[in-house]
């Protein structure tokens, strides 16, 4: 049973404990944070996705428990190729906690490679970039406006059965317009807003064990029209809701439980994804060059780029939603 939310809730009750479960369409659950009993222990994940067809960005910064770690990977999807580094800290006393999904807040991160500002004003978000000795060959440099424009988003929230102070948290909101500039060595790409998409992906957590989490996700143009896909994992008690979901033109369309089909151990093959009778029917084929698929490793994470085939048949749709060639992203995570 999915359980839609309509209505302002907090995560927390006042023993810390979560009595919702389930999902909404914009941002009802109120995070109070300090009504958990978990406080201090909670984790924070921001991650960003930005797309023009040309090249892709993928930035993750991440405050789990005592680690802290910047993860960027970009995807140049014409000529073909990823380059990728990141920022590891296994004990990091001093915790900068991330912007909440509001707007306002900033998030700045300085050491001698990677200097990184996260902004939220009323007008978007700003994400500023200078890396140093990128993947130890170049130099990284990024300038990008996000502009929300109107839209649903995914909100999750999810206990864990047996202990409900621990809870998982999600808002994937795929709304953004991007423009701005990426640059890596000697390589420019330019990002307006016809062209440039983005989608923010919010998590905070405490989990009493570590988990695998995957997710198939794409933002792009189909048609003329923007499609989002969002296919994740189960992460906590997930009776009442789940993370799938698909986007047309920004209204969100519920799916429920997706069986996928792959080998992670030959991420250059193809990943299935199906559900219902025939309603999801995916095929996602990674890019690959010279034999291997296009990705970038950074410690934890793995992203893979490639497309998708298929369709999904929904009840809410006039007409089967075909995918054939749509640029999409699978992340493999620990955390």
Known sequence: MQHEIMRPCNVFEKNGEVMHAGWARSGVFNYNEPASKMSGKHSERDCYFINNGEVSLYLSVENLGLEFAIKIAVADLVRGGVISDYVYKKINLIKTPLPEAGDNGEFLYTDKRVQLQLTNTPQGRFLKCDFIDFAGIKNLYFN?????????SLNELAPFERNRKYFYLKRFAPKFVAEGVIRVGGLEYSLNEKTGRAYFDWTRFSKPRRHNYQRLSADCLIE??????CLASRVGDNRHGNENCFFTDGVLHKLSNINVRGNTKKLERPFFFRGGISAVDIEFKPFTVGGAAMLANMG????????????INHVELGKPLVLDNAQAHL????F
């Not at 003329?224 to 896909?229: N, S, Y």
């Open 144 to 152: 990008i406006l996000l502009k929300k424009i109107y839209g649903d």
């Open 224 to 229: 003329g029209r923007r499609v989002a896909l």
């Open 300 to 311: 934890t994470t793995t992203v893979i780029f490639g497309r998708l085939y298929g369709e």
């Open 331 to 334: 992340i493999f995570t620990e």
